[in-house]
């Protein structure tokens, strides 16, 4: 083994064999902590010459299994990578390296006055490098987009051994093909992603945060397009689906218990002038008959209330269920009301939550522990063809890693899965990078 920083001990590696995932992780044969270019370049030669696999891991917060190693393999932890987060206010962007968390890299913008807006619901948990690698997006990407829209220049380790950087500190950069946006959302099967310099946005100023109960679900289903269609574009649209609703109201905290309607929206606003009565009025014009019951945040508190309610619903499910299986399927937002129908025709058992302003739907099997493993595939198979048919894929943001390696295959055409083939063949030809992921 090359020099550096080793985990070694049974115990010290129990940590790496698990994330956020319902896929079993094996234990690894050792994780290394590099610090510096000439580990990174000893790691390579190594597992170059012994055939030997590198898993890069954050900080495990992943749904799909990806930073999970083989027995064989060494685990790539980051999180000890050198760097700091620099603001650079006259270029209007940031530079952090991987081992930095999100929430501190969003923290650094806010104090500088500005905005970084990629925000899983894991953000206070997940590192830097981790959501460049997964391309992660949360409520805020119905209006801002995921990871890679932000992100203007990528440092990374490849198969060579040797650190590259793509890209530069500019919204323009059209010489040569953009290699540094094929790492992003790659999933660690193409290099290791160290660092990278993304574009900030200038802080909000005001926001509008509503809670819009309905009496039917099917009415919910129909205003995403609609508010889009009316050039009303909200930084967050997230739902809660009848089923959900009742799970949290008998088992939830004390909050969510209280929560009204027969399905909910949580919805809000940062256009300059959202909190006035006019931009108000238009809305609910909009907004039509669902909008009977609207309530608004009128404080700091309520609206930090509702949210904390959202970014529990999933940690509350999976401490009730810790078996069940979380997908995050996606169809374009015009769409929804045919992938209600077409989900209540699977007749699949499940609870459906998440981002219904960008059509990214955590659609939740509590009961997955209870199947055996063919009718769980079956029943799975059934929701990415459906969400394929509409025009959707199989993954909005937790990406495919292990869990949904063969579906991604099953469903992605053969012609297409060469090209993606011949793409990981010729930047990691002797297949270091995570292998037996994604592809
Ligand atoms: C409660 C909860 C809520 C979540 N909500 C969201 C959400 O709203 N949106 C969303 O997108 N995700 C969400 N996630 C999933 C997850 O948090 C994100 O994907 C996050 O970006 C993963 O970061 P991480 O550091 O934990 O990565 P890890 O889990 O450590 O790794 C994830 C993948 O990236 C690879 N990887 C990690 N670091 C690097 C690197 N530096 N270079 C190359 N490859 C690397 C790993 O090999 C693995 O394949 C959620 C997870 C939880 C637990």
Redesign the pocket.
Not at 191 to 194: A, F, P, T
């Given at each position: 083994m090359p020099h550096g920083q080793w985990i070694v001990d049974e115990a010290d590696l129990a940590p790496f064999m698990a994330?956020?995932s319902h896929v079993p992780g094996a234990r690894p044969r050792a994780a290394a902590r590099p610090t510096s270019p000439e580990d990174l370049r000893a790691l390579v030669a190594w597992a170059t010459a012994e055939g030997i696999g590198l898993?890069?891991?954050?900080?495990?917060?992943?749904?799909?299994g990806?930073?999970l190693a083989r027995p064989q393999d060494i685990v790539v932890d980051?999180g000890a990578w050198p760097g700091a987060i620099e603001v650079n206010p006259r270029d209007l962007c940031l530079t952090a390296p991987?081992s930095a968390l999100?929430k501190d890299v969003k923290a650094a913008a806010d104090a500088a006055g500005f905005f970084y807006p990629p925000?899983?619901?894991?953000w206070d948990?997940?590192?830097f490098?981790?959501?460049?690698?997964?391309?992660?997006?949360?409520?805020n990407a119905c209006k801002y987009g995921m990871t890679r829209h932000w992100v203007l220049a990528v440092e990374?380790l490849l198969a060579d051994g040797e650190i590259h950087h793509f890209g530069i500190a500019s919204v323009k950069a059209n010489a040569g093909p953009c290699m540094g946006q094929l790492?992003l959302g790659?999933?660690?099967i193409f290099?290791?992603?160290?660092g990278a310099t993304v574009r900030l946005a200038p802080k909000p100023i005001e926001r509008l945060t509503l809670l819009l109960p309905v009496a039917r679900f099917e009415e919910l289903l129909e205003l995403p397009g609609r508010l889009c269609a009316a050039g009303y574009l909200p930084c967050a649209f997230e739902f809660w689906d009848p089923a959900v609703l009742a799970e949290l109201r008998a088992h939830g905290p004390e909050a969510a218990r209280r929560m009204p309607g027969e399905a909910l929206a949580l919805l809000e606003f940062d256009d300059r002038g959202c909190t006035s009565e006019a931009f108000l009025d238009g809305l609910v014009a909009v907004l039509g008959d669902a909008a009977a019951e609207l309530q608004a945040a009128t404080d700091h508190r309520q609206r930090e209330a509702l949210w904390a309610i959202r970014?529990m619903t999933?940690?509350f499910l999976?401490e009730r269920y810790p078996r069940k299986v979380s997908e995050?399927v996606v169809v374009p937002r015009s769409r929804l009301p045919e992938f209600f129908e077409g989900l209540q025709r699977l007749e699949i058992p499940c609870v459906t939550y998440g981002?219904l302003g960008d059509g990214n739907l955590h659609v939740n099997l509590l009961s997955a522990g209870e199947l055996d493993a063919a009718t769980l595939e079956t029943k799975l198979m059934a929701l990415f063809r459906l969400c394929v048919e509409l025009g959707g894929t199989l993954s909005g943001?937790?990406?495919v890693?292990l869990a949904k390696r063969e579906a991604l295959i099953a469903f992605t055409p053969a012609a297409d899965l060469a090209q993606f083939r011949a793409l990981k063949a010729a930047l990691d030809p002797r297949n270091i990078f995570?292998p037996g992921?994604v592809l």
């Open positions: 994330d956020e898993v890069p891991r954050g900080t495990g917060t992943g749904k799909a990806g930073c980051l991987a999100l925000d899983p619901n894991s948990q997940c590192a490098g981790g959501t460049l690698a997964t391309n992660a997006g949360g409520p990374a790492l790659s999933e660690g290099g290791m992603i160290l970014r999933s940690v999976k995050d981002h943001e937790h990406g890693g995570n992921k």
